[in-house]
């Protein structure tokens, strides 16, 4: 055999050992920054460490996170909160989880608290529903942070809502329960209503060189925190004929695409018209 190979052929178990000890330190790793108090087949609660949690909200919330008591009123902002049925409408928006799972997650987050240490710094909770089409190989999945904040109140962050994951086979508690989170970053387009009317829950805006940047994933309960900057956005709800919407970019653009399509049939714009608006109205969006 060949030196060389043989040595090469000699080094596999050693890095095989080297990759095997990588994942143990990583699952290690994982599991004292998220320590799971509570599982069942659709929700998963956990702890996180605060060192976890500088690595994933702004330095602006990061300055205002305490370590708190929880309590069961912490899931009542769950009801305020909406999110749009239909990606292509701008008016079909629902409650983010229905009554069924709200019961699962406040009955979930009671055993929590009889054996939950007071004091920590912020919870995250992974709910999934699965896809009746495919109830062994598909889930839709939501999972956000909740945390209190210095200045009273507190701040919940979705990282994801309804998310698709699939799976190759029957998937496991360990399979749907993986995820990566990384540092929040603001998002182009709304993906939350919050419910109007309640006038204690906003989005969250950072200021970047005289530009507001709005994360529409996270969200301020209570909060004294950045007043002065508040901003929130929403999208009238039948029956809500007094809601003042401080924004309302999102909202009009799909209503001047209509618009302009229907110029376009009635031939009051040609093709290359159409074409153009629309490219600025998208643009805009």
Sequence with gaps: ?????????????????????????????????????????????YET??????????????????RFEPSEQDLNILSFIYIKQNIFSSEEWVPIFEDQIKTELKLAYKDVLKSQSPNLSSLFFLIKVDDPLSPNTKILRTSFYYTRLREG????????????????SQYT?????????????????????????NKELRMFVEYRNSKSVVYPNLL????????????????????????????????SVPE????????KKDGLITEEEFGKKKKDLLEEF
């Design 1 to 45: 055999m060949d030196s060389s190979l043989f040595k090469l052929t000699a080094f596999f178990p050693i890095l095989t050992t080297l990759l095997s000890l990588n994942s143990f330190a990583c699952s290690t790793l994982k599991r004292e920054n998220y320590k799971l108090k509570y599982a069942s087949s659709s929700i998963a609660i």
């Design 49 to 66: 460490s605060e060192e976890n949690i500088d690595k994933i909200f702004p330095e602006e919330i990061q300055s205002q996170i305490i």
């Design 153 to 168: 109140g507190g701040a919940i962050f979705f990282k994801e809502i309804n998310q698709t994951i699939s799976f190759p």
């Design 173 to 197: 508690f360990e399979d749907w329960t993986l995820f990566q989170s990384g540092k929040i970053k603001p998002l182009k387009k709304p993906l939350i209503l919050l419910k109007p009317k």
């Design 220 to 251: 301020l309960y209570k909060s004294s925190f950045l007043k002065e900057n508040e901003f929130v956005w929403r999208t009238p709800i039948e029956g809500d004929d007094d809601l003042q919407t401080t924004d309302s970019t999102w909202q």
């Design 256 to 263: 001047k695409l209509k618009t302009l399509n229907q110029m």
